[in-house]
Nanobody, 132 residues
Framework: QVQLVESGGGSVQTGGSLTLTCTGS????????VGWFRQAPGKEREAVGC????????????TYSDSVKSRFTISKDYTDNTLHLQTNGLKPEDTAVYYC?????????????????????WGPGTQVTVSS
């Protein structure tokens, strides 16, 4: 069964860090494009970043939204079939439920989507709360 599950959320103070993990089951996650999104109460879901799926001679490259660039980092863990979202320098405005998603297109080549409508498999989300 194809499934995504996020973990690693929590409560931190301004300037703190969290490592969020997206775990895939039923498919080899590093070979699929994956997006990270977040949604705060009363707001639309917004992109945090995304990373291309790996190809035969290609390693996925991450893309970030302007609001998190230089603070957040997306990486892959090939041994655990996971993706990580390292969040540093957290601000109260980063408070949201964070989701990972994939379109389940294998070996799609370079490129990933910052539009949530392009993805059709989502995890249940993990809450990140940043206090001032």
């Amino acid at each position: 069964q194809v499934q995504l599950v996020e973990s690693g959320g929590g409560s931190v103070q301004t300037g703190g860090s969290l490592t969020l993990t997206c775990t895939g089951s039923g498919f080899h996650l590093p070979y699929y494009r994956v997006g990270w999104f977040r949604q705060a109460p009363g707001k639309e879901r917004e992109a945090v970043g995304c990373i291309d799926g790996d190809g035969r001679e290609y390693r996925g490259v991450p893309t970030y939204s302007d609001s998190v660039k230089s603070r957040f980092t997306i990486s892959k863990d090939y041994t655990d079939n996971t993706l990580h979202l390292q969040t540093n320098g957290l601000k109260p405005e980063d408070t949201a439920v964070y989701y990972c998603a994939t379109d389940l297109v294998f070996n799609a080549g370079p490129g990933c989507y910052m539009n949530p409508r392009k993805y059709d498999r989502w995890g249940p989300g993990t809450q990140v709360t940043v206090s001032s």
